[in-house]
């Protein structure tokens, strides 16, 4: 029970009465990049510099999510400050024409993690990405890669990857990552195509 409790008060929520369950959200970017930053509910927590968040909230209508952030960028504090984050913003650009103002990047886990994580780590950090996703309240979500589908808990990506489909109150689309592109460099025009039905969302 107290364990829960130490939980709950990491993630931002606010009791209000010993009598009640009641709690709140965080409620500005900000405040939840500080909770972030000051989390330790995870063994991740250990190799972080900076947490992997944007500097500052935008009002925009697309939302890129990745799983795991570069090593680049938990020493800057800069997302996207790699080669991976460069190739991304080029295909954003050429494909979208939007830049980096244009859209908001988030990581499914905030700390770095060099791709290793247990579920433990994954639950501990998506009630900051929800919370995240409410303050920016995007029109599409752009999910990078099977492991950032699958953390949301959604299932069959080799289905529904290019396509787009309502989820709440936004739209989702499920991509391949920039890291499996590079690997099988001849899906690479499947990607392209598919980011191409995203234009009319935004």
């Keep these: 029970m107290l364990r829960s409790l130490y939980y709950l008060k990491a ?114 950090c998506l009630p900051f990405f929800w919370n995240e996703l409410k303050l920016v309240r995007p029109s599409l979500v752009l999910c990078l890669g099977e492991d950032a589908f699958k953390g949301l808990g959604f299932r069959d990506f080799d289905v529904l990857r290019g396509e787009i489909f309502a989820y709440k109150n936004f739209f989702i689309m499920p991509n391949y990552g920039l890291d499996f592109i590079e690997k099988n460099p001849s899906y690479e025009q499947q990607f392209m195509q598919d980011l191409k039905k995203i234009k009319g969302f935004l």
């Design 11 to 124: 993630m931002g929520f606010d009791f209000v009465d010993t009598q009640t369950n009641h709690y709140e959200q965080i409620q500005t970017f900000e405040e939840l990049k500080k909770n972030i930053q000051a989390c330790t509910l995870c063994q991740l927590s250990k190799t972080r510099k900076f947490a992997l968040m944007e500097a500052k909230m935008k009002n925009v209508k697309l939302l890129i999510l990745d799983a795991y952030g570069q090593k680049s960028e938990n020493e800057s504090g800069v997302l996207l400050n790699s080669k991976k984050g460069e190739r991304l913003k080029h295909y954003i650009h050429e494909i979208l024409g939007l830049c980096n103002e244009d859209f908001y990047f988030s990581y499914l886990f905030k700390c770095f993690c060099n791709g290793k994580f247990d579920d433990f780590s994954l639950q501990s």
